[in-house]
């Protein structure tokens, strides 16, 4: 137990003191991305793990952070690390309005209403040019640092938009809302019956859900230093944070997290030594491959299937401890036979 507390917090201390050894911009780049993804798929997991329900709407919310956030800082000088968490609560607010209509649905249904969502947010952003600037995009002003040091601020916020994220779902998953959560995933009906207000639960989780993917959009636009409607709202983003819930594991704390940590350096990499021309077709069938294979041959992710293999594995010690036992007392004098 105390491993299991001391080891997350060793991890965050290395991560903490590694921009102070590495100043290789690659590697810091690589793990503020790895951090927003962690941050986004814990979010994501709070909804789709936890409570059952898959979105593809939450790439909506990324783009919807990433304009608000620039638009505040473009037009009333807001630096976007004073408003991001309050862009995290605006996507929330959206959320809870959204999650009222969509949360109606189930299934599939679910997941067309979240997926038309993103498109409308989309073509809103592509049209409101008097606001957003159309497809032209929004430009972020520079912020005014060292060139070595302009990627410090980002790495540490992404970090803590990730440490935020990991003790809000450690949070949901101990509390009788989670509890609440898994039961409607279980069996929403049942859980209904047994007095669990299903319709709250299911708002409210999408809300807090979404809002980690707003308050990452909002970074997201200010380290790019440009917001616009392709780059904010593609959709690939929402596949990588599925395909890094079921990596590690979905409806766990630690799955999202895990996943993330294995597939956001590996597509780096990929799209790093593919020849341009080519890295963002091969990026995206590699993902499509790895999310096929993951549900043929590990449905349940990374920890799941290890955690169940543990106590398999302990399960068969323990049962041929007892038959050894057994044998000793039929061994012993007066056994029984």
């Known amino acids: 137990m105390q491993t299991r507390r001391i080891v997350p917090l060793i991890v965050l201390a290395l991560l903490v003191a590694l921009p102070v050894f590495v100043r290789e911009g690659f590697y810091l780049d690589l793990l503020l991305f790895t951090f927003m993804y962690a941050a986004m798929s814990v979010g994501w997991d709070i909804m789709g793990g936890y409570a059952g329900y898959v979105s593809l709407g939450h790439v909506g919310f990324f783009g919807i952070g990433s304009y608000a956030a620039g638009l505040l800082v473009v037009k009333f000088g807001i630096p976007v690390f004073v408003s991001a968490p309050f862009v995290g609560l605006f996507a929330a607010f959206i959320g809870a309005g959204l999650g009222w209509v969509s949360l109606r649905a189930r299934g599939t249904s679910f997941v067309i ?63 009788k809302f989670g509890l609440g959560l898994v039961a409607i995933r279980e069996e929403e009906g049942k859980a209904d019956g047994s007095g669990v207000n299903t319709s709250l639960y299911k708002i409210l989780a999408f809300a807090i859900s979404v809002s980690f ?108 401890a007892t038959g050894a036992t057994d044998a000793t007392d039929a061994r012993l004098p007066g056994a029984t036979a």
């Open 113 to 175: 209403v979240t997926l038309t969502f993103t498109y409308m947010v989309q073509l809103l952003a592509l049209n409101w040019r008097g606001v957003t600037g159309g497809s032209a995009g929004l430009y972020l002003p520079l912020l005014d640092l060292p060139g070595n040091l302009v990627i410090l601020p980002f790495y540490y916020s992404m970090l803590i938009l990730l440490v935020v994220a990991i003790l809000v779902s450690i949070a949901i998953r101990r509390s």
């Open 213 to 320: 993917a707003g308050a990452a959009g909002a970074l997201h636009a200010q380290y790019l230093n440009y917001v616009d409607p392709d780059l904010a709202f593609e959709l690939i983003i929402t596949l990588n944070l599925i395909i890094m819930s079921l990596v590690g594991s979905r409806g766990t704390v630690w799955g999202p997290v895990l996943g993330a940590f294995i597939v956001q350096p590996l597509s780096q990499y990929l799209i790093y030594f593919m020849p341009s021309q080519i890295a963002g077709q091969v990026h995206l069938i590699a993902l499509g491959v790895v999310l096929v294979l993951v549900v043929m041959f590990m449905p349940d992710g990374i920890i799941t299937t290890y955690q169940t293999w543990r106590r398999g594995r302990g399960g068969t010690r323990a049962a041929g």
